[in-house]
């Protein structure tokens, strides 16, 4: 029982900073990434589908995404998925493929989106103290129903103590070469 309680509390603390890790990355920076495309759905044929399942997305320069979709009908499709998005983005469409310049970003908004990814990583660190205080009570139950002796609560409280200061610790590295990428130029 001891050792399930441990193991569910590193699942949930590793779900957590891969989860957190995937919301900073879909933050615009000044660079152009296929990742800014992951969130947008194009309806295709009735389906609710990803961009990157419909088309193939480069990155032929540092500031410029091109979308060639398999299916030239669903060009503007993607044009308006895109328009739709939260991105802030204005397509190209040249009738083959579109093009996505990614403007450089003003000192202004770099600042905004560096508060956001604090307030993002502010978040897992909180979902993963919840889930150590989670694993924590389940090892006081089953020391007060006499299913481990306190010896036994002690070291697995300090597992779990252990644990939540490692994956935060990622958490910030994560958060910190995030930060270093939207600040530089």
Same mark, same amino acid.
């Given at each position: 029982?001891s050792?399930?309680?441990?193991h569910?509390?590193?699942q949930? $603390?590793?779900?957590s +900073?891969q989860?957190t890790g995937?919301e900073?990355?879909?933050?615009? !920076?000044?660079?152009? !990434?296929p990742? /800014?495309?992951?969130?947008?759905?194009v309806?295709?044929y009735g389906?609710p589908t990803? +961009?990157?399942?419909?088309?193939n997305v480069?990155?032929?320069?540092?500031r410029l /995404? +091109?979308?060639l979709?398999?299916?030239?009908?669903?060009?503007?499709?993607v044009?308006k998925?895109?328009?739709?998005s939260?991105?802030g983005? !204005?397509?190209?469409n040249?009738?083959?493929?579109?093009r996505?310049p990614?403007p $450089?970003? !003003?000192?202004e908004?770099?600042e905004e /989106? +560096?508060?956001?990814i604090k307030?993002l990583a502010?978040?897992?660190?909180?979902?993963i103290r919840?889930?150590r205080?989670?694993?924590?009570?389940?090892?006081?139950?089953?020391?007060?129903a006499s299913?481990i002796?306190?010896?036994e609560a &002690?070291?697995?409280?300090?597992n779990?103590q252990?644990?939540?200061?490692?994956?935060i610790s990622?958490?910030?590295?994560i958060? &910190?070469?995030r930060?270093?990428?939207?600040?530089?130029?």
């Amino acid at each position: 029982m001891s050792d399930q309680i441990i193991h569910e509390s590193k699942q949930r $603390m590793m779900k957590s +900073v891969q989860h957190t890790g995937s919301e900073m990355s879909r933050i615009r !920076t000044g660079k152009a !990434t296929p990742i /800014l495309l992951e969130s947008i759905k194009v309806d295709y044929y009735g389906t609710p589908t990803p +961009v990157n399942q419909i088309a193939n997305v480069n990155t032929p320069e540092a500031r410029l /995404l +091109v979308i060639l979709p398999y299916d030239k009908s669903m060009l503007g499709a993607v044009e308006k998925a895109i328009l739709a998005s939260d991105l802030g983005l !204005t397509p190209q469409n040249d009738g083959s493929v579109i093009r996505l310049p990614i403007p $450089m970003l !003003t000192a202004e908004r770099r600042e905004e /989106l +560096v508060k956001h990814i604090k307030r993002l990583a502010e978040d897992g660190r909180i979902s993963i103290r919840n889930i150590r205080r989670d694993a924590n009570d389940q090892v006081k139950k089953a020391e007060k129903a006499s299913d481990i002796s306190k010896d036994e609560a &002690k070291r697995l409280m300090d597992n779990i103590q252990k644990d939540t200061d490692e994956y935060i610790s990622e958490l910030d590295q994560i958060l &910190k070469a995030r930060e270093e990428e939207i600040r530089e130029e």
